[in-house]
């Protein structure tokens, strides 16, 4: 198969490509793997080769709904027995899982070829992919920008034909923050439709689900059955749906009523291309029939942020404590995570636990906004992707913080609160481009990430839909909807499309 036959593909025609014997896995992974030396120099989005493992695949016969489709994971969460999962941290490199995670095995059960893992922020933490591991992953559409995080390698890998679908997982956007910046179709499953186990029952207090950002809605559909599901011992297990979603996508929409919001909910500014972006979507969802007024969930989105941000601290800082009884040092931190770290440490319990409580509040004023509405549609993201560097800390306070770290000060003066200011503003730096993904994680409700829309300047920039709880059936039917009226599939990059 030619590369030019490749990319027009999503992996569900590469799949009956190989059922019908038109090519071979052997071919098709031939096809990725000379991609990504064309690629990756310029993406950085493939952090860790797992060629070998591929071959070793291949050395069974294809079976399964993607038999022979090569594949990516994300080097979080997804553990192939045998090789580290790094969480893109040098700190996590001493730990080797001995089983595959269940989503990995689903995954190699499905016939897709895993030959690589894609890279990431340290410890999932941003919405840029930039970690000191790896390094800086870049964006297909514009490689002076981030492809977004925490999945960044992921969405990279997938925009510049790498392969037409990877794994990603989203705990605070990180599946639609990348696909909304890299054009694709990003869908966060419903907490509990997916398994985070064997290693973990629940990833950020149920925040985090796991996903794949792809091409085409029907990859993603077809991906979700082979993934949902309980295994023993789950904290959740949701009911099955009734047919595969690779059937229920395909029935007709009915007429949907749709509210809408460009405000951010923390209050920081919206890009107008943002705003444009979902005035278009309203326009083209009123020509498809449904019905869409202006209205938002009565959530704090302030206070939101703020439970948000007291459940990474919470989090980072136990992952901390565990790669340190592995022997991890200091230096093997990054700054950022360091400083989340000690804020961790110097929290409250109860206040953790608080924070925790509040996340029934946004629960339930979203079941009453879901009572009007079947539908909330925002921005993805309020710009589009950031150049390398937007939101770095400035030098000198990174000097000033990790001198005061290097001394053992900064355990003492977050003791203190003497920090709060500093952390504050960091946090809302950080959350003001990312603002409306954070919604769906605490209330643990589905959403995704369309690609309808296009910047003057050629970027992407996706819209979000997020449904009632487990109501990822409606929103993949919307989105075939959506797809066939304004089809996405073969926009890519130029150079991507050229071969080049």
Not at 30 to 36: F, G, I, N, T, V
Not at 73 to 96: C, E, F, N
Not at 103 to 116: C, D, E
Not at 442 to 458: F, K, R
């Amino acid at each position: 198969m030619k590369f030019s036959e490749y990319i027009r593909c999503d992996a569900t025609a590469l799949s009956e490509h190989v059922a019908s014997g038109a090519v071979s896995p052997e071919e098709l992974l031939k096809c990725a793997l000379e991609q990504s030396v064309r690629a990756n120099p310029k993406t950085n989005a493939i952090c860790t080769s797992m060629e070998s493992q591929a071959r070793k695949q291949l050395t069974e016969p294809p079976k399964g709904p993607f038999a022979g489709v090569p594949f990516l994971i994300k080097d979080a969460v997804q553990d192939y027995a045998g090789l580290p999962t790094s969480y893109g941290s040098k700190s996590m490199l001493r730990l080797t899982p001995q089983q595959h995670s269940a989503v990995v095995q689903r995954y190699l059960n499905a016939g897709l070829i895993i030959f690589g893992k894609t890279n990431l922020p340290e410890f999932a933490l941003k919405s840029v992919t930039d970690s000191k591991l790896f390094g800086v992953a870049s964006n297909p559409w514009g490689l002076d920008r981030t492809p977004g995080g925490s999945s960044g390698g992921a969405a990279a890998a997938v925009a510049s034909g790498v392969v037409p679908m990877a794994a990603g997982n989203d705990g605070g956007g990180s599946i639609r923050i990348p696909a909304s910046y890299c054009g694709l179709f990003g869908l966060r499953p419903s907490r509990g439709r997916v398994s985070s186990g064997p290693g973990l029952g629940e990833v950020w207090c149920g925040a985090s689900s796991e996903g794949v950002i792809s091409r085409s809605v029907r990859d993603s559909a077809r991906a979700l059955d082979v993934l949902q599901g309980s295994e023993p011992g789950d904290p959740f297990d949701i009911a099955r749906p009734e047919q595969p979603y690779a059937q229920t996508m395909q029935r007709d929409v009915s007429k949907l009523r749709i509210g809408f919001s460009t405000t951010s909910p923390i209050g920081t500014a919206v890009d107008p291309q943002a705003v444009a972006a979902v005035k278009d979507a309203a326009q083209l969802l009123q020509s498809l029939g449904h019905d869409v007024q202006e209205q938002t969930p009565s959530v704090d989105g302030t206070a939101l942020s703020i439970s948000y941000l007291h459940m990474y601290f919470g989090y980072v800082s136990a992952t901390v404590r565990k790669a340190r009884a592995l022997g991890a040092k200091s230096d093997e931190f990054e700054l950022l995570t360091r400083l989340l770290a000690t804020l961790g440490n110097t929290t409250a319990s109860g206040v953790f636990v608080e924070q925790l409580g509040a996340w029934n509040n946004y629960a339930r004023a979203l079941g009453t906004f879901h009572g009007q509405f079947d539908m909330l549609l925002t921005p993805t993201t309020a710009t589009s992707a950031p150049t390398h560097g937007t939101g770095n800390l400035p030098k000198a306070q990174e000097w000033v913080l990790s001198a005061l770290d290097s001394m053992g000060l900064l355990r003492i003066l977050a003791g203190f609160g003497l920090l709060d200011g500093m952390v504050n503003q960091i946090a809302r730096d950080s959350l003001a481009i990312v603002p409306f993904t954070q919604l769906a994680n605490l209330t643990g409700t589905p959403a995704m990430s369309v690609p309808l829309y296009w910047t003057p300047d050629g970027l992407p920039m996706g819209v979000q839909f997020a449904a009632r709880f487990g109501k990822e059936d409606q929103l993949l039917q919307l989105a075939r909807q959506l797809e066939e009226a304004r089809p996405w599939m073969q926009s890519l990059p130029g150079w991507v499309t050229n071969g080049d």
